[in-house]
Nanobody, 121 residues
Framework: QVQLVESGGGLVQAGGSLRLSCAASGNIFSINGMGWYHQAPGKQRELVAS???????NYADSVKGRFAISRDNAKNTVYLQMNALKPEDTGVYYC???????????????WGKGTLVTVSS
């Protein structure tokens, strides 16, 4: 069974840094796009950054210049380096990936359970 597991969240002061990781595991044939979403308290989930299988990246305006997404295809893992954190970056960060399982050979979007980031002022 395919799953995504995030790690790296925690409490940090404004201006600090965190690095999130998301590892995909299971019976995987390939992974297409991967991304990170942010859900602030009481708000909808929003895309923060995405990366294609070829390495093309895309960022929300609010994090450009502060966050960097990367992936290690050999490890089926995507990372989010978060620098210059602000209190408004607080919330749950979810990993999303379009994964092609060996059992069906079609792309299916999977979500992780999320990791909490709290930025204190």
């Amino acid at each position: 069974q395919v799953q995504l597991v995030e790690s790296g969240g925690g409490l940090v002061q404004a201006g600090g840094s965190l690095r999130l990781s998301c590892a995909a595991s299971g019976n995987i044939f390939s992974i297409n796009g991967m991304g990170w979403y942010h859900q602030a308290p009481g708000k909808q989930r929003e895309l923060v950054a995405s990366i294609s299988s070829g390495g093309t990246t895309n960022y929300a305006d609010s994090v450009k210049g502060r966050f960097a997404i990367s992936r290690d295809n050999a490890k089926n893992t995507v990372y989010l380096q978060m620098n210059a954190l602000k209190p408004e970056d607080t919330g749950v960060y979810y990993c999303n990936a379009e994964i092609v399982p060996r059992t069906v050979l079609v792309g299916i979007k999977f979500w992780g359970k999320g990791t909490l980031v709290t930025v204190s002022s």
